[in-house]
C-alpha cells in the first residue's frame, strides 16, 4: 500500500496500467492495482525473481511514497491468474475495452485467499482520513 505523491488523473492511471500489462505479461506476473482516494492497493504474485525486481522498481517510483509492505510471502494460489494487471475503474463504461478490466463488484467474489479478500475489502470500506 502506497500513498500517490500527486493526485492522479484517469489517462495518468490507465498509461500506467496500460505498461503494466505489457510489462508483466513478458515476466509472467499477475495481479491488481487499485487506488482509491489518493492511495494505492497493489497486489502481486508470481516466481519470486521478477516479482522482486519489479517491486524495487515500483518503489522507487516518484508518483507514490510512504509505501507499506503489508504482506510478503509464498502464495498457496493464484487469485489473479488470468490478470496481467487488473483493476476496475471509477468511471463508469470507460474501461471495458482494456485488458485487464474488472468490475468492483465482481473482485471480492474472484478473489480465493481468505487473507487477500479481508485486505481488498478493508481497503475498498475503510474510511480513511483524508490525505491533504
Ligand atoms: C503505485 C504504482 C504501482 C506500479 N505498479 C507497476 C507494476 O505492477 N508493473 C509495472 O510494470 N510498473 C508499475 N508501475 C510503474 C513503475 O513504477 C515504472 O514506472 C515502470 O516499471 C517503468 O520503469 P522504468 O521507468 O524504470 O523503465 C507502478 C507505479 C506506481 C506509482
Request: aromatic share 8%; with cysteine.
Amino acid at each position: 500500500m502506497s500513498e500517490a505523491t500527486a493526485n492522479l488523473s484517469e489517462a495518468a492511471l490507465l498509461t500506467l496500467l496500460q505498461q503494466a500489462w505489457a510489462e508483466h505479461q513478458r515476466a509472467q506476473l499477475t495481479g491488481l492495482l487499485l487506488y482509491r482516494d489518493g492511495r494505492f492497493l497493489q497486489i502481486l504474485e508470481g516466481p519470486e525473481t521478477p516479482l522482486r525486481e519489479f517491486f524495487s522498481r515500483v518503489a522507487a517510483d516518484p508518483r507514490h511514497g510512504k509505501l507499506e509492505l503489508l504482506a510478503d510471502g509464498p502464495k498457496p494460489v493464484s487469485d489473479f491468474q488470468d490478470w496481467h494487471m487488473s483493476f476496475a475503474c471509477t468511471v463508469p463504461g470507460q474501461c471495458t475495452q482494456l485488458p485487464g478490466y474488472l468490475q468492483l463488484e465482481h473482485l471480492l467474489a474472484l478473489t480465493k485467499s481468505t487473507s487477500v479478500r479481508h485486505l481488498l475489502h478493508e481497503f475498498l470500506v475503510a474510511d480513511y482520513v483524508p490525505l491533504h
